[in-house]
């Protein structure tokens, strides 16, 4: 049904030119109502449909009732088998002293414990490493063993200059390096 161009004039020229921009408002607002408030809507619903599934699911897990979800029941065996084992600590250390050699960084005498985690039962050696050098070759030297052996962790970095004029920084880094119980 195909409405006149002329009906249409005279329809707005009776309304008025307040009529007009009313009727210009009301179909601005319906508009706006169809493109951008229901399509907002419906990803609100879609996310508290995830947080309900989600507390669900980890109200399951805080009663012991249900399973971690793994996707073919292999892949913690798979991350397990990704770690280095306790047997590879050694290499291991001498890579983070390699790639300390490569830097031209000082380290001094650590202290290495070796624990095991008790949620997880995997080996835990934890590291600490009095460093010396320059920022860039600290950055660099973290960067390369965060890079190189992804089942170590820093926990904590702490470097300081006795003297703002100072190049060379004076430090610790505290690390912990998970290792598969094989």
């Known amino acids: 049904m195909r409405v006149p161009r002329l009906v249409v004039h005279e329809q707005l020229r009776a309304l008025g030119r307040p009529g007009a921009v009313g009727a210009g408002l009301l179909l601005l607002a319906v508009g706006y109502a169809l493109f951008g408030l229901l399509p907002g ?3 609100v619903q879609g996310m508290n449909a995830r947080l309900a599934s989600g507390s669900a699911q980890l109200a399951g897990h805080a009663s012991g009732g249900a399973a971690p979800v793994l996707s073919d029941g292999r892949q913690l065996e798979d991350f397990h088998r990704t770690l280095p084992t306790q047997q590879d600590a050694a290499a291991v ?20 414990a070796l624990g095991v985690d008790p949620k997880t039962h995997l080996a835990r050696y934890r590291i600490l490493l009095p460093v010396s050098g320059s920022y860039p070759q600290l950055r660099r030297f973290m960067h390369g063993m965060l890079e190189e052996l992804p089942a170590l962790v820093l926990e904590d970095v702490d470097f300081q200059r006795k003297q703002v004029s100072d190049v060379q920084l004076q430090g610790r880094i505290r690390m912990t390096l998970y290792l598969s119980r094989r």
């Open 41 to 43: 809507y419906h990803a």
């Open 93 to 112: 250390i001498d890579r983070i002293y390699v790639l300390a050699d490569q830097e031209h960084i000082a380290l001094a005498r650590g202290e290495y």
